[in-house]
Each structure stands twice: as structure tokens, then as C-alpha cells.
């Protein structure tokens, strides 16, 4: 299972700190990462990690930060410098590793665990 938390409302420029902390299994050899929906589109990949490499959708580069601490079996999206169009809610998903590089995993359609979502609402 996968549980998320850390969303809230914050003005233009504020930062937030995503938490998405699993149970039942442990990271390694998972693809852990962030997507978002807003209303009326679809579930976009944000960013994913896995054994410490990263991937970040262009809309994320310079302003988020994925992370993970296998101690507490939980990956964390820092956002620094939040627009109105991060407003969204926000999901964590995990799926098992192969051979391709993370960024060919951060897709929607291939996640298979996914977490309740949170709410980002950035104001302007």
C-alpha cells in the first residue's frame, strides 16, 4: 500500500513537501513516482525515482525535487516555486522495476499500486 500526505493550499511561489510512504513492501527495486490530475485532464507522470536515479517531467525540472529515505520506506516531492497550473490532486504509484531507464516507467498506464491521492491548490 501506498499512503500519501502533505498536500494543502499555498499562494503562488510557496513550496509544499509531499510524502508517500509504503507498507507491505520495501523500495528496492520499485519505481516509486508522483502524478497529478487536474480536473477535466488526464493523470500526468510528475516525477518517478528508483535506486536513486531520477526523472522529472519538463513542468517539474528546477522546481521539484524527488527523494527517498529506504529507512522510512518513503518517497518525498519537494515543490518550491508552485504555479496555479500545479493545482491538482496528487497521486503516489509504484511498479516494479525492469531493465529501462525511470523515465520510461513514470507513465500512468503502467503503474500498479496506487496510493489515495492529496491536494495541491496553489492560488494566484
Known amino acids: 500500500q501506498l499512503q500519501a500526505s502533505g498536500g494543502g493550499l499555498v499562494q503562488a511561489g510557496g513550496s509544499l513537501r509531499l510524502s508517500c510512504e509504503a507498507s507491505?513492501?520495501?523500495?528496492?527495486?520499485?519505481?516509486i513516482g508522483w502524478f497529478r490530475q487536474a480536473p477535466g485532464k488526464e493523470r500526468e507522470g510528475v516525477s518517478c525515482?528508483?535506486?536513486?536515479?531520477?526523472y522529472y517531467d519538463d513542468s517539474a525540472k528546477g522546481r521539484f525535487t524527488i527523494s527517498s529515505d529506504d529507512a522510512r520506506n518513503t518517497v518525498y516531492l519537494q515543490m518550491n516555486n508552485l504555479k496555479p497550473e500545479d493545482t491538482a490532486t496528487y497521486y503516489c504509484?509504484?511498479?516494479?522495476?525492469?531493465?529501462?531507464?525511470?523515465?520510461?516507467?513514470?507513465?500512468?498506464?503502467?503503474?500498479?499500486?496506487w496510493g489515495r491521492g492529496t491536494q495541491v491548490t496553489v492560488s494566484s
Open positions: 507491505g513492501f520495501t523500495l528496492d527495486g520499485y519505481v
Open positions: 504509484a509504484a511498479m516494479f522495476r525492469g531493465f529501462h531507464p525511470v523515465n520510461y516507467y513514470c507513465s500512468a498506464s503502467l503503474q500498479t499500486v
Open positions: 525515482i528508483s535506486d536513486g536515479r531520477t
